[in-house]
């Protein structure tokens, strides 16, 4: 696809359960980035790949949360034993390379009960 | 905690008239980029005004950005309705920042165009 492509569109869990939350960026991307819009409020920075570096991870709040990123490509937002207060919409963006334009997916809508 | 901070946090104006958000921010920056949020979903993107910049145009959109006072503006000139959405500035940190390479945003301005 020509966009940012997240999926699930819209996710409700039960409180201590994992979820997974993919994005496709675009084709050729090196950057790609994860953010938390609770409602609201503005952006969170969760996590950060650029190409082949080590991700900076310095936004993500607790252990229960990871991410992967294979192949230089899809990307996977992973939250254990979620908590209601991982409600929140989770948006991912790529961009050519750093301190370029960030194309955003439509985000996920994570609702924990 | 958030590198920019938009003021005002919500704006309500005519359609015709012209809007103005401000952005501050904390640390020094290689860009400072607004985006556009509607209905609490993805961004688009609007505007990059360089840390060497001063001034940026793009449609109806005038972007400033002053590096000695850390600020920097958005004037959307002749709101339309369909202008009604909410606005983030987003900065980049210069690569020996600890925000290097990655974009931190504020809280965003709600601007409402009034038909």
């Known amino acids: 696809g020509a966009g940012v492509s997240q999926s699930p569109s819209n996710k409700v869990t039960e409180k201590g359960k994992d979820v997974e939350l993919r994005c496709d960026p675009i084709?050729?991307?090196?950057?790609l980035y994860w953010y938390r819009q609770s409602l609201g409020q503005g952006l969170e920075f969760l996590i950060y790949?650029?190409?082949?570096?080590?991700?900076?991870k310095s936004g993500l709040p607790s252990d229960r949360f990871s991410a992967e990123r294979t192949g230089g490509s899809v990307s996977t937002l992973t939250i254990q034993r979620t908590q209601q207060e991982d409600s929140a919409v989770y948006l991912c963006a790529s961009s050519l390379e750093s301190y370029t334009e960030a194309f955003f997916g439509q985000g996920t809508r994570l609702t924990v009960v | 905690s958030q590198q920019g901070e938009e003021d005002p946090q919500a704006l309500s104006i005519q359609e015709g008239e012209n809007a103005t958000m401000n952005c501050s921010y904390k640390?020094?920056?290689?860009?400072l980029q607004w985006y556009r949020q509607n209905s609490g979903r993805g961004l688009v993107h609007l505007i990059l005004i360089r840390s060497n910049e001063r001034e940026k145009h793009s449609g109806r959109l005038r972007v400033t950005l002053d590096t000695s006072k850390k600020s920097s503006s958005l004037l959307i000139t002749a709101s339309r309705a369909a202008d009604t959405a909410s606005y983030f500035c987003a900065t980049d940190g210069g690569p020996r920042d600890t925000n290097a390479g990655k974009s931190t945003f504020g809280d965003g301005t709600t601007l409402t165009v009034k038909p």
């Open positions: 084709s050729g991307h090196t950057a």
């Open positions: 790949f650029q190409g082949n570096s080590a991700p900076d």
């Open positions: 640390t020094s920056i290689n860009n």
